[in-house]
């Protein structure tokens, strides 16, 4: 099977390039924005012309969020139109598309765990175009999955884990909105899921939506905590409230995911948050 990774430079690309030699199976094309341009239909166009592909992982995404709502343009352009021209690509060169989404599709009212029929209704402009982006795949893609997740990190790239663990060697304190709750997702695992599913997808037709995130659940200031803790950082962690820690976007105060679905027609156990954490940082360590 051939397999092309766009935005392969970003954590989850880079976990699916790391874990790539597992898999012999596959045949894997990584590509960026310097080898391909998803934004540009010729380009992809072209791309898709002189390459054959039975699937395409789509990890390219603009998910800046604060920088989103004043990057409207080309928010639109990476996390909605992208989605478009890749969806056409595939449909005409009968490739199957794997798209990651965000819990920011859902405005974070609920109270409990999100299904992938609950209603969606973004609350900023970066959850608004990754719904768009879905909604293109809907109406142009033959074969599709839907990914949606939250609160990424990796030992690749920049993340929160990287930022708690910097200043945290560098203060005495650090304050971290404890209002805010969901569930961490180390990309690692998620990479793993999708790489098991694509085995699955050339028996699926249609546009499938999943839910995906470790188990278990947090807020931001209990993710704080336990990075401190693990790595023995001496640093205080303070809970304050989201109305304390203005910024551009506003997040989702609730985003916990109900994984039912993606466990059953898998047939997968998801890990605890905890536990993948614990793994995370010791890669970083080695």
Known sequence: MNILVTGSNGQLGSEISDLSGKYSDYKFTFTDV???????????ANY?????????????AYTNVDKCESEQKAAN??????CKILSQNCSKH?????????????????HIPYKET?????????????????????EFASTAIIV???????????????????????????????DQIGTPTYARDLAEVILLGIKNINFMEGVHT?????EGVCSWYDFAKEIVNIKGIDCKITPIETKDYPLPAPRPAYSVMNKAKIKAELDIEIPYWKDSLKKCLKKIED
């Open 148 to 178: 949606r997740t939250s609160w990424l990190y990796s030992s690749f790239g920049h993340n929160f884990i990287k930022t708690i663990m910097k200043y945290g060697k560098e203060r005495d304190e650090l304050k971290v909105v404890f």
């Open 34 to 44: 310097e080898e391909l341009n998803i934004t540009d239909e010729k380009a992809v």
């Open 118 to 138: 609950d209603f969606t209704n973004p609350n900023s402009v970066y959850g608004k175009t990754k719904l768009n982006g879905e909604q293109m795949i809907e």
């Open 77 to 82: 352009s990476l996390n909605t139109m992208a």
């Open 48 to 60: 898709f012309a002189s390459n054959s592909f039975d699937a395409v992982i789509n990890c390219a």
């Open 210 to 214: 999943f839910l995906y995130s470790n």
């Open 94 to 110: 009968k490739a199957a598309l794997i798209q990651i989404s965000t819990d920011y599709v859902f405005d974070g009212n609920n």
